[in-house]
């Protein structure tokens, strides 16, 4: 459908697209098709945000897009939070943004208790997260050789990245190794997705060094 046959219908508000910004990429509507709508010459907001699920799609849309065209203009203290600890900060107007400091979530931990993986151990959960990555075609995965609690994978070139599985029993630990800071938005995408679908994880939490060292609450998701 064309832009002048929708026209009328797109939202403005606290979240926008940034004029001339768009490269047309489809990401943020193949996302949440509910919220984002890709024209003729850029993407636009169907309506904005309400509930805390729809904002976290637009923040992972955020993301997720191929450049930064998505940007809140708002001042809700909780979302310039969200945008701050996510990395964000550039994308929100609001200079409160900038007291936030990113948080690299880069462990988790998860319960497996209704998943047939109950029973396996660290090294046999690495090998189901294997299998999991070589069903998706798009990986490079090194051998396991001595160290099988740990999978090493690239989805680019030969830019590798490693997870680490650790515990026994109900409840697990997985550590993340992205190559690049910046990178582990994408490692964690992976990780929660093998968790949500192939895994079947509870009480999944989302922890950075600090959070863990000192007993804090985790996030329900790595970003």
Not at 25 to 37: H, I, N, Q, R, Y
Not at 176 to 195: C, D, F, K, M
Not at 214 to 219: F, N, Q
Request: include cysteine; charged fraction near 25%; glycine fraction near 6%.
């Amino acid at each position: 459908m064309a832009d002048s046959e929708k026209q009328g219908e797109f939202s403005t508000g606290p979240f926008y697209i940034e004029e001339g910004c768009c490269l047309l990429c489809g990401v943020p509507e193949s996302m949440a098709p509910e919220l984002f709508f890709t024209g003729d010459e850029t993407c636009h907001f169907l309506r904005q945000p309400r509930a805390a699920a729809e904002i976290e799609k637009t923040i992972e849309a955020m993301l997720s897009s191929e450049v930064d065209c998505i940007r809140y203009a708002g001042h809700d203290s909780a979302i310039l939070r969200r945008l701050g600890e996510a990395d964000l900060a550039p994308l929100a107007d609001d200079p409160e943004v900038r007291q936030y400091r990113p948080v690299a979530r880069d462990r988790v931990t998860f319960s497996l208790r209704s998943s047939p993986l109950l029973s396996l151990s660290s090294r046999d959960l690495a090998m189901a997260f294997r299998t999991y990555l070589q069903s998706k075609g798009r990986y490079t995965i090194v051998p396991s050789l001595l160290r099988r609690r740990r999978v090493t994978f690239a989805w680019f070139r030969r830019s590798f990245h490693s997870v680490e599985f650790s515990g026994e029993g109900e409840r697990r630990l997985a550590l993340l190794y992205p190559n690049r800071a910046h990178i582990l938005q994408g490692l964690g995408s992976t990780v929660e997705a093998w968790l949500m679908t192939d895994a079947q994880a509870e009480d999944v939490e989302w922890h950075s060094k600090d959070s863990q060292r000192t007993g804090k609450p985790g996030s329900s998701r790595p970003f």
